[in-house]
């Protein structure tokens, strides 16, 4: 394995990491639940009376965001190694998923584990192993 130094921000990375997680602390605090994308984005299909626009906006937030930034600094790029049939195949995967496990990364393994929940725990233990063995897998086996 090789590390391209040139591109390694350690400073960067943990101050994105500093700010996912005061962000989910501050969304706990005040809204009380657990910033979980993939139940905020569930929640619209059944929403209760009072719950459509916290969670539109939550979500407008994760599209905005970026957009913002790109305003001061030039985003990184992106590079997919993959076709449209498979990116749509990984993310129904991942959506059942996220049905299965009662959650998704975010959920379970920035608001679950930082409330030592024991499901979050092995949720994301489950998340991690799915991780290393398909990239494991499709690099090595397929390959």
């Known amino acids: 394995m090789n590390i391209d130094w040139t591109h390694f921000t350690p400073w960067a990375s943990l101050a994105g990491g500093i700010l996912i997680g005061v962000a989910a602390a501050v969304f706990i605090l005040f809204n009380g639940r657990i910033a979980g994308i993939s139940g905020i984005l569930g929640g619209l299909l059944h929403p209760a009376r009072n719950d459509i626009l916290w969670r539109i906006a939550f979500l407008a937030g994760l599209v905005v965001a970026p957009l913002l930034y790109a305003m001061v600094s030039p985003?990184?790029?992106?590079?997919?190694?993959?076709?449209?049939?498979?990116?749509?195949?990984?993310?129904?995967?991942?959506?059942?998923?996220?049905?299965?496990?009662?959650?998704?990364?975010?959920?379970?393994?920035?608001?679950?584990?930082?409330?030592?929940?024991?499901?979050?725990?092995?949720?994301?233990a489950c998340f991690m192993a799915a991780g290393f063995a398909t990239v494991f897998i499709v690099r090595h086996l397929l390959a």
């Open 75 to 124: 985003l990184p790029g992106t590079v997919v190694d993959a076709d449209a049939g498979i990116l749509i195949v990984a993310g129904l995967l991942v959506g059942v998923g996220t049905r299965y496990g009662a959650g998704c990364t975010s959920g379970h393994g920035v608001c679950g584990i930082a409330r030592l929940s024991p499901r979050s725990l092995v949720a994301t």
